[in-house]
C-alpha cells in the first residue's frame, strides 16, 4: 500500500464529520497529495488525476474514473466511474455501476452491484443485487438476494430468500446459511451438488464459538521474550545515549506519580481529540497525521519511559544504586522490560497495569516538555 491504511481511515470519518457541518451549506471539495476530499449535502466526484477519494455527504456521486480506493459515506451513493483500487461504501442505497479494480465493501440497506469486481465482494444489506462478475471470492448477507454472475471464487451467502439468475454461477465452494434451509435450494447450473452447502443460520453463529486451537507455549514464550528483548533494548539506548533527559523524567515521576500518570491521560486525550477537532475544520484535515504520529510517539515513548522509571526504581529498591554506568542503565532498562512483560500476563487486571505503566511514561514525558512542576522537584 502506498499510504498507511490507519491514515486513511482518519481521513474517512474526517470526511464523515465534516459532511455533518456542511449539509446544509456549498459542496466543501479539497485536494491534497493526488487524493481528493469532499463534503456536502451533494457531493459530486469529478476531474482528471484523481487517486484516492474519501465523499460524504446525503447524495454522492462518482463520476470520474480514480486510480486509488474510494472511501465513501451518505443516504444514495452511485459510483459512475471506474475505482482503481478497493471500494468501501455504506449508505442507504448504493448503486454500483463502473468496474472496480480491487476489493469492494458495500454495507447498506439496498445494494445493487452491476460493475465487474477484480477483487473480493462483501456486501451487506437488506437488499442484494448481484448482476456482475466477481473475480475474487463472495461474501453477501441480506434479506433479500439476487444472484445473476459469475463468481470465480468462493460463495459464502446469509439470506433468507435468494434467486438465481440465468448467469449465476460460482466456480468455488458455495455455503449458503439461512433459517430456512429446506426451501432454499441451489441449481446446478450455479455450482454442482458436491460443492455447495446449506446450513442453518445458526450454525454459522455456532462455527464462530467453536473451541480456540491448543496454546503453543513455545510460540508465545518466543514473543514473550522477544517484547522484553525490544523494549530492553530500546530503553538501554536512550538511557545510555540521552542519561539526563531520562534521569530528570525519572526523578520528576517518581517524585509525583499521581501528577504524572493524570499528566499522561490529559496529555493522550488531547491529541486524540485533536483529531476529531481538525477533521470537522475539513481544511485541518492535513494535520490529522501530525495528531497521529503524535499519538503513536507518546504512547510508545510514554511505555519505554515508564518501563525505564520502574527499572531504575527496582534498581534502587535492591540497594545497586541510581543506574550510572552502561552495563547498569542496561540491567535497569530490561529489569523494567521483564517486570512490566510480568504485570501484562496477570490474568484480567494484567492489561490495567499496563495502561499504567503507559500512562505514568506519557506522563513523565508531558512533565518534562511542559515543565511543569520542574521547580518543586528541583527544590
Not at 468455488?172 to 454442482?192: I, L, N
Not at 483529531?275 to 504512547?299: D, E, H, K
Not at 519511559?305 to 520502574?310: E, L, Q, S
Amino acid at each position: 500500500m502506498s499510504r498507511n491504511f490507519l491514515v486513511k481511515s482518519l481521513a474517512c470519518l474526517a470526511v464523515a464529520l465534516a459532511a455533518s457541518v456542511a449539509a446544509a451549506e456549498e459542496t466543501q471539495d479539497w485536494r491534497f497529495g493526488g487524493d481528493a476530499y469532499l463534503a456536502g449535502r451533494t457531493v459530486s466526484a469529478t476531474g482528471e488525476n484523481i487517486h484516492d477519494l474519501f465523499a460524504a455527504g446525503q447524495h454522492v456521486t462518482l463520476g470520474s474514473p480514480i486510480t486509488g480506493a474510494a472511501h465513501l459515506a451518505g443516504q444514495n451513493i452511485v459510483i459512475g466511474a471506474r475505482v482503481g483500487g478497493d471500494l468501501y461504501a455504506a449508505g442507504q442505497d448504493i448503486d454500483l455501476a463502473a468496474p472496480v479494480a480491487g476489493a469492494a465493501t458495500l454495507a447498506g440497506q439496498a445494494l445493487t452491484i452491476k460493475g465487474p469486481i477484480s477483487g473480493n465482494l462483501r456486501a451487506m444489506g437488506q437488499q442484494v443485487r448481484l448482476e456482475a462478475p466477481v473475480a475474487g471470492s463472495v461474501i453477501i448477507g441480506a434479506d433479500d438476494t439476487l444472484i445473476n454472475g459469475e463468481i470465480s471464487g468462493d460463495l459464502v451467502l446469509g439470506t433468507k430468500t435468494v434467486t438465481w439468475g440465468d448467469g449465476a454461477t460460482v466456480t468455488g465452494k458455495v455455503q449458503v446459511y439461512t433459517d430456512t434451509p429446506g426451501e432454499v435450494s441451489v441449481p446446478a447450473s450455479v455450482a454442482p451438488a458436491d460443492r455447495v452447502s446449506v446450513h442453518e443460520a445458526k450454525e454459522f453463529e455456532q462455527a464462530k464459538t467453536r473451541a480456540a486451537p491448543e496454546r503453543n507455549y513455545l510460540i508465545e514464550t518466543r514473543d514473550w521474550l522477544g517484547g522484553v528483548l525490544v523494549v530492553g533494548i530500546v530503553a538501554t539506548l536512550l538511557a545510555v545515549f540521552a542519561p539526563g533527559f531520562m534521569d530528570r523524567m525519572r526523578q520528576r515521576s517518581l517524585a509525583h506519580p499521581l501528577r504524572a500518570g493524570l499528566a499522561g491521560f490529559i496529555g493522550l486525550s488531547a491529541l486524540v481529540g485533536s483529531i476529531l477537532l481538525l477533521a470537522m475544520t475539513v481544511i485541518g484535515i492535513v494535520l490529522i497525521p501530525f495528531s497521529l504520529l503524535g499519538v503513536l510517539v507518546l504512547g510508545f515513548g510514554g511505555y519505554i519511559v515508564g518501563i525505564w522509571v520502574i527499572g531504575a526504581w527496582a534498581h534502587d529498591l535492591v540497594g545497586r544504586g541510581h543506574p550510572v554506568t552502561n552495563g547498569e542503565c542496561a540491567l535497569a532498562a530490561f529489569g523494567g522490560a521483564v517486570i512490566g512483560a510480568l504485570i501484562c500476563m496477570i490474568p484480567w487486571v494484567g492489561w490495567l497495569g499496563m495502561m499504567a505503566i503507559f500512562l505514568f511514561g506519557a506522563g513523565a514525558i508531558v512533565l518534562r516538555v511542559t515543565g511543569i512542576g520542574a521547580q518543586k522537584t528541583a527544590a
